[in-house]
């Protein structure tokens, strides 16, 4: 009786682990890959020495140093340029994808089924072929237009923009198919336009997949590099990426310390966005693909 009592307990624990435990320890293994990145940046941060070798022992030193030389840099400029071009490209990529997929989802016109496909077909061709095209355009438009040339921050703005539009209108437009058309054919009996209905009725309850695409178009050109260095050529007008690339492109003159400091501090406002929409986030991006 003794000796069963133990091998019940040996047979549990095995049952448990084959059905239950390995997934802890796959999460802990996953969590642990993910957090060293971050803990080394910090511990980069507050070293002392500006260089990375000093973090290898982690929080060995910790001093602030780094963080006061931001102050006679740039970064709050950047950091400025930055939050400015990331806030304006979320509305505008909510705004302009809801209406884009409220369209397509409630409407039926000529020329419907090819703008979709159209949206699907750029989609699927890599952004860097548009480089060289970019820069010809804005170098031309920016001879008749100065705000939408080039190192103009309207002009990164108006890219992002329009780079994002496919992707969130079929994004938003399976969501949108979700929403029953019996709310508009009610509102349209009550005496409601369909801006009426857009505005009070639908854009309410579909407010999970508008702070999910506004999240993800912040995360994206928050801190998207390759596409505002090709635009943005004055240090004034430069985002985070850029400014920050510029202390570390060089590695006899890098500055790791400064660098780490800059890369914590730009990350705190997609954490707190992060934090403060993360609820939303679950059900925005699965209660598309139920119906489409």
């Given at each position: 009786?003794?000796?069963?009592?133990?091998?019940?307990?040996?047979?549990?624990?095995?049952?448990?682990?084959?059905?239950?435990?390995?997934?802890?320890?796959?999460?802990?293994?996953?969590?642990?890959?993910?957090?060293?990145?971050?803990?080394?940046?910090?511990?980069?941060?507050?070293?002392?020495g500006g260089t990375l070798t000093g973090s290898n022992q982690l929080f060995g030193s910790v001093v602030f140093d780094n963080y006061a030389a931001l102050n006679a840099t740039k970064f709050w400029t950047w950091m400025?340029?930055?939050l400015v071009i990331a806030v304006v490209t979320a509305i505008g990529t909510v705004l302009m994808g809801a209406?884009?997929?409220?369209?397509?989802s409630r409407f039926r016109f000529s020329g419907r089924?090819?703008?979709?496909?159209?949206?699907?077909?750029?989609?699927?061709?890599?952004?860097?072929l548009a480089f060289v095209a970019l820069f010809l355009l804005l170098l031309n438009l920016g001879e008749v237009v100065p705000l939408l040339g080039l190192d103009s921050k309207l002009a990164l703005i108006c890219?992002?923009?329009?780079?994002a539009l496919g992707a969130n209108t079929f994004l938003m437009y399976g969501f949108f198919n979700s929403i029953p058309n019996e709310l508009d054919e009610a509102a349209k009996i009550d005496g409601a336009t369909h801006t009426q209905t857009y505005w009070t009725i639908i854009l309410p309850l579909v407010t999970p997949i508008l702070a999910v695409v506004g999240l993800l178009s912040f995360i994206t050109s928050f801190g998207?590099?390759?596409?505002?260095?090709?635009?943005?050529?004055?240090?004034?007008?430069?985002?985070?990426?850029v400014g920050l690339y510029g202390w570390v492109s060089s590695l006899l003159d890098a500055n790791w310390g400064l660098f780490a400091a800059g890369a914590v501090l730009a990350a705190l406002p997609v954490l707190v966005l992060f934090l403060v929409l993360q609820r939303y986030i679950v059900s925005g991006l699965t209660a598309g693909a139920v119906k489409g």
């Open positions: 009786m003794a000796t069963t009592k133990p091998v019940t307990q040996t047979r549990r624990r095995s049952r448990w682990f084959a059905e239950l435990g390995w997934r802890h320890l796959v999460g802990v293994v996953a969590v642990a890959y993910a957090a060293f990145p971050i803990v080394y940046v910090m511990s980069a941060s507050v070293a002392e400025g340029n930055t209406a884009a997929a409220y369209a397509f089924r090819a703008g979709l496909t159209t949206l699907l077909i750029i989609q699927m061709f890599p952004q860097m890219v992002y923009l329009g780079g998207e590099f390759i596409v505002a260095r090709v635009i943005l050529q004055s240090e004034d007008n430069w985002t985070l990426a």
